[in-house]
């Protein structure tokens, strides 16, 4: 019994395939606006800049500059992945109101 449990400790996790980050054409942007919209087939996430801090105007001008369209399937897994790193982010910094 023994041998076995060794041989379950020296086989390696299968972890999946690698990642390999590809960065020669990724851009930052700082947006601090977003609005997100779907379809049956598809979730649109549309991101941008509010520089109009003044409320008491009746229209405020958003300059958007990322529109993010995505599968519904790959939308819920984005969702999982944010709520996880938020959880994270209070433990850390405290919970944001």
Same mark, same amino acid.
């Given at each position: 019994? %023994?041998? +076995? #449990? ?9 972890? &999946?395939?690698?990642v390999? !980050? ?11 606006? %977003?609005? +997100? #919209? ?9 991101? &941008?800049?509010?520089?109009? !801090? ?20 790959a ?23």
């Amino acid at each position: 019994m %023994a041998e +076995a #449990n060794e041989q379950a400790v020296a086989k390696p996790e299968a972890t &999946g395939p690698r990642v390999k !980050w590809n960065v020669e054409h990724l851009k930052s942007s700082y947006v601090n606006f %977003a609005n +997100a #919209n779907s379809t049956r087939e598809e979730v649109v996430m549309n991101f &941008g800049l509010n520089t109009s !801090w003044d409320r008491s105007q009746p229209e405020m001008e958003i300059e958007l500059a990322h529109r993010i369209v995505m599968s519904p399937f790959a939308a819920k897994r984005l969702a999982e992945l944010l709520n996880k790193l938020m959880g994270e982010y209070e433990s850390r910094y405290g919970e944001l109101k």
